[in-house]
């Protein structure tokens, strides 16, 4: 169903850049003087490259010229379309039988499937195209090819298509997932490595696992998957948030959605099987602050254009191969900020994060510098049983980090020797009576600051009197003080009221 003029009738926004996105845009001016016709800009899910495309859309159109926003689907046309009202940016969509068709205006948004089935495009002096990744598709291949001159931006956070070196010549990047966290414009991930679907044997057909064997597999550990979520969000939010679920296929989401009502949770399920006016209605009912939904599923239909902001756990019960721009694209569902958000919890069903965990590691710190890289062609290596049960907590399955004590729930590994495991790796300890982890430790009084009543200043007291400093450098995540943490805070204590009776 088409959107009215009366949805679009909003209060009109200034377009009001960050830094790096005014960076980004002047990365890519360089660019064009430089002789780079054909760029991408690459940027986490949740930058703001939707900004960044409509302030080149509105300076262009400023200068005179003509413009096309390309994006993936047409219920993104008009999301896209509605933010471009909200800036008063002027514009007409470029699809028969849409209200808003209007092929004179100098801006236009258009899906590459009303672009596929035209004889010839509108004659345009500059093309954006959204999530490039998922767009290179033989027509817009050949439009490429036929027009060397017009000059063409890539928007996408995962540039790793085998054929996007083959067209495009640069790519801009000004600023990592690393530092869009530490800058609080995104939120981080805490991690859990829950129970996983098994893919041994499953037999693989265009380097992935069958779908078909794959999803009789994935409806093997519903009940896993449902109890996980539950056993979770109690330990980390005592409550549920808003989830999005990346199901194995449209017969193993029906079954999520009943198992999850078993529990007393509305969960939706939407595929390719449903209408767009019917995956819109849920999306949109799935955005209100009081919804009565629980979670979304899909297989994949939200791993691209889906950006609320409110979603604070992610769901991943679909085992990938080699696919890493998939596994980027679905965690990235809920790395947006929203008030009140403080982290994600990602619950991996599928063993996505060990497979790709090196491949994450750089693109998180180091972003993307080239075109051309092949992760997207490469078969992970299955991790094996000893490695996967090294690479999370015994007691709270969360994503071990490193060090001997497990940052979400508290548990000390417990050590053989002097050397302890982590996940693909021995590291040796300076010594078997190494030191608390301080993260760990000041995590415990963050729990105390957040759920038993404590001031910020009983905990910076108690901090310093453990260690002797200040806390520097250390995460605000709380996490459950275990039972080393209570004894000593309650000797503490003890302490304190003899001093103040002294």
């Known amino acids: 169903m088409y959107m009215t003029e009366l949805d679009y009738q909003v209060p009109k926004k200034e377009i009001v850049l960050r830094d790096y996105q005014s960076a980004s845009i002047d990365g890519l001016r360089d660019g064009f003087k430089s002789g780079h016709s054909r760029q991408v800009l690459a940027a986490a899910t949740g930058a703001g490259k939707s900004i960044i495309a409509m302030s080149m859309l509105d300076a262009a159109q400023a200068k005179g010229s003509k413009v096309m926003f390309i994006c993936d689907r047409r219920v993104l046309v008009d999301q896209f379309s509605k933010h471009l009202d909200r800036h008063g940016i002027d514009h007409g969509v470029f699809m028969s039988g849409h209200w808003r068709y209007r092929p004179d205006a100098r801006v236009q948004i258009a899906s590459i499937q009303t672009l596929e089935k035209m004889d010839s495009w ?64 995104l939120v981080p991930f805490r991690v859990f490595v829950a129970k996983e679907i098994d893919v041994s044997g499953v037999p693989v057909t265009a380097s992935e696992w069958k779908k078909d064997e794959l999803e009789k597999r994935g409806l093997q550990i519903v009940g896993d998957i449902v109890s996980d979520y539950v056993r979770i969000s109690e330990q980390v939010f005592r409550g549920f948030k808003k989830t999005i679920c990346f199901s194995s296929g449209v017969n193993h989401s029906a079954e999520l959605v009943r198992k999850f009502a078993d529990v007393g949770l509305n969960f939706v399920s939407i595929s390719y099987l449903d209408t767009d006016e019917f995956k819109q209605q849920v999306l949109e009912d799935f955005s209100r602050p009081d919804t009565q939904i629980n979670g979304v599923i899909s297989s994949d239909i939200l791993t691209r254009g889906f950006d609320q902001t409110d979603v604070e756990y992610i769901i991943i019960a679909k085992p990938l191969r080699k696919s890493f721009s998939m596994h980027v694209q679905m965690v990235g569902r809920g790395a947006r900020s929203h008030p009140n958000k403080e982290f994600c919890v990602i619950q991996d069903n599928a063993g996505n994060w060990l497979r790709f965990q090196q491949d994450w590691e750089v693109l998180f710190e180091n972003g993307v510098q080239t075109l051309g890289s092949d992760v997207d062609s490469k078969p992970r290596k299955e991790p094996t049983k000893k490695q996967k049960e090294a690479a999370k907590c015994p007691k709270c399955s969360a994503f071990w980090t490193g060090g001997d004590m497990c940052l979400q729930c508290g548990h000390v590994r417990e050590r053989k020797s002097n050397v302890i495991e982590v996940p693909g790796e021995m590291t040796e300890l300076k010594s078997a009576n190494k030191s608390v982890d301080r993260q760990a430790w000041w995590s415990m009084l963050m729990y105390k600051v957040k759920y038993a009543g404590w001031s910020r200043s009983r905990a910076l007291a108690q901090y310093k009197e453990k260690f002797g400093v200040w806390p520097r450098g250390l995460n605000d995540y709380p996490i459950t003080p275990d039972m080393t943490f209570e004894k000593w805070s309650k000797a503490s204590l003890i302490r304190y009221l003899h001093r103040k009776r002294a």
């Open 122 to 185: 509108p004659s345009v002096n500059l093309v954006i195209v959204d999530e490039i990744h998922a767009v290179m598709r033989k027509s817009l291949k050949r439009y490429l090819s036929n027009h060397p001159y017009v000059r063409v931006i890539g928007l996408t956070a995962t540039p790793f298509h085998a054929d996007l070196s083959k067209y495009f010549t640069a790519v801009t990047n000004v600023i990592t997932m690393q530092n869009l966290v530490k800058d609080k414009y």
